[in-house]
């Protein structure tokens, strides 16, 4: 079966603008997470959804969101953006209740400039 | 607060000596604790969870209560087993966020 798959792959951006980053799940999965890695700071949960509702929020600013759609893909948005915003930004799904293996996509590296 | 800890950043074995890669959690409440793996250009992978206790690829964890500890070992280390782990916790059962280790570079040397 396809895996996750995460849209773009890279992004440059301008400090300021706005972004939206997209992950697909695996077919039937119903939770998507996201996560920021960065050298500094490592992997660093943002936020899970699970049926189109936010299930859990890590320790990020308002700047960052996200929302799912009924068919389970995830959009990420990051406003306003800093140059500390450049990372490698990690989806990953998962069936949501029950086993809660998480299968990662390749990510999305954004940069700040 | 919940804290996963991985002390080695960097780890260096000969191919056919032992590894151990350490994770040590701090976790109040029942740990679900895994091992993910990522190779050079790849995805982040699961490599082990502690609640199906098996062996995949040679390596085993085991959950020590006791010692809040998640240690991965493999008795004898192959060329292909150099990549980057991570041990991660999960804070909610059924749904889903991991608290992820610094991560441990392994290198396996021929």
């Known amino acids: 079966k396809a895996g996750v798959t995460q849209t773009p792959r890279y992004l440059i951006k301008t400090r300021g603008q706005q972004v939206t980053l997209s992950c697909s799940p695996i077919?039937?999965?119903?939770?998507v997470s996201w996560y920021q890695q960065t050298p500094g700071q490592g992997l660093q949960f943002l936020f899970e959804y699970f049926s189109e509702t936010q299930r859990n929020k890590g320790n990020f600013p308002g700047r960052f969101s996200g929302r799912q759609f009924s068919n389970s893909r995830s959009e990420m948005n990051v406003s306003t953006l800093e140059l500390g915003d450049s990372a490698l930004y990690l989806c990953?799904?998962?069936?949501?209740?029950?086993?809660?293996?998480?299968?990662f996509g390749q990510g999305t590296r954004l940069t700040v400039v | 607060a919940q804290r996963v800890t991985q002390p080695e950043k960097l780890l260096s074995v000969f191919k056919g000596a032992p590894v151990e890669l350490k994770c040590n959690y701090s976790?109040?409440?029942?740990?679900?604790l895994f091992w993910y793996v990522q190779y050079s250009r790849q995805r982040l992978q699961l490599l082990l969870r502690h609640i199906s206790r098996e062996s995949i690829k040679g390596f085993t964890a085991d959950l020590n209560k006791g010692e809040t500890s998640f240690h991965l070992k493999k008795p004898f280390a192959q060329e292909e087993d150099s990549a980057m782990y991570y041990c991660?916790?999960?804070?909610?059962?059924?749904?889903?966020?991991?608290?992820f280790g610094q991560g441990t570079r392994l290198t396996i040397n021929p």
């Open positions: 990953a799904s998962s069936l949501g209740a029950g086993l809660t293996e998480a299968f």
């Open positions: 976790y109040s409440g029942s740990p679900e």
């Open positions: 991660a916790l999960n804070l909610y059962q059924g749904a889903q966020k991991l608290v």
């Open positions: 077919s039937g999965h119903r939770s």
